[in-house]
Antibody, heavy 119, light 107 residues
Framework: EVQLLEAGGGLVQPGGSLRLSCAASGFTFSSYAMSWVRQAPGKGLEWVSSISGSGGNAYSADSVKGRFTISRDNSKNTLYLQMKSLRAEDTAIYYC????????????WGQGTLVAVSS | AIQMTQSPSSLSASVGDRVTITCRASQGISNYLAWFQQIPGKAPKLLIYAASSLQGGVPSRFSGSGSGTDFTLTISSLQPEDFATYYCLQDYNYPRTFGQGTKVEIK
């Protein structure tokens, strides 16, 4: 059974940093691209960042570029999102997900972890 | 970045109604489009991929169509469990972009 378990969310002050992690199990982690998707309270879904299975290719939304870094440790079956220079508008539930694509229509999401940026 | 424009942003419908949601891409994306359903408090669920392919386990009342820039999600006969918010997502290139969502409410 595929499981994605996020951790690391919490309350942080503007300008602060936080690292999210996503522990994966039930599949060959290194074979799949992974993504972070977020949802601000009462708002829609926003793609944040994706990384290839090997970790060699990573992509980020313009809204987080230069502040957030996606990475993965395939030896630990864990995905990360390092977030710095956090802003109030980064407040959201952050979901870890296997990346769904037209070629690989897989659909697995974590339960989400809440990041709240406030003074 | 490719902009995905969904319409309407919300709609009210009754059980048994036929519902259509549209998504327009700011440039051609071939069939690289997915539709998700999200129930409040839950993670999104994939309904349709490759614009018109039904994900396994999804009821056949859901269907998708379109190619290029214009896409449609249709629910042929709305059921009580279908009241939710629906999103389109393009996976043609990065950055990935979602539509702003369509909330389907009970009339």
């Amino acid at each position: 059974e595929v499981q994605l378990l996020e951790a690391g969310g919490g309350l942080v002050q503007p300008g602060g940093s936080l690292r999210l992690s996503c522990a994966a199990s039930g599949f060959t982690f290194s074979s799949y691209a992974m993504s972070w998707v977020r949802q601000a309270p009462g708002k829609g879904l926003e793609w944040v960042s994706s990384i290839s299975g090997s970790g060699g290719n990573a992509y980020s939304a313009d809204s987080v570029k230069g502040r957030f870094t996606i990475s993965r440790d395939n030896s630990k079956n864990t995905l990360y999102l390092q977030m710095k220079s956090l802003r109030a508008e980064d407040t959201a539930i952050y979901y870890c997900t296997l990346e769904t694509t037209t070629i690989f229509p897989i659909d697995y999401w974590g339960q989400g972890t809440l990041v709240a940026v406030s003074s | 970045a490719i902009q995905m424009t969904q319409s309407p942003s919300s709609l009210s419908a009754s059980v048994g109604d036929r519902v259509t949601i549209t998504c327009r891409a700011s440039q051609g994306i071939s069939n690289y489009l997915a539709w998700f359903q999200q129930i409040p408090g839950k993670a999104p669920k994939l309904l349709i991929y490759a614009a018109s392919s039904l994900q396994g386990g999804v009821p056949s009342r859901f269907s998708g169509s379109g190619s290029g820039t214009d896409f449609t999600l249709t629910i042929s006969s709305l059921q009580p469990e279908d009241f939710a918010t629906y999103y389109c997502l393009q996976d043609y290139n990065y950055p990935r972009t979602f539509g702003q969502g369509t909330k389907v409410e009970i009339k």
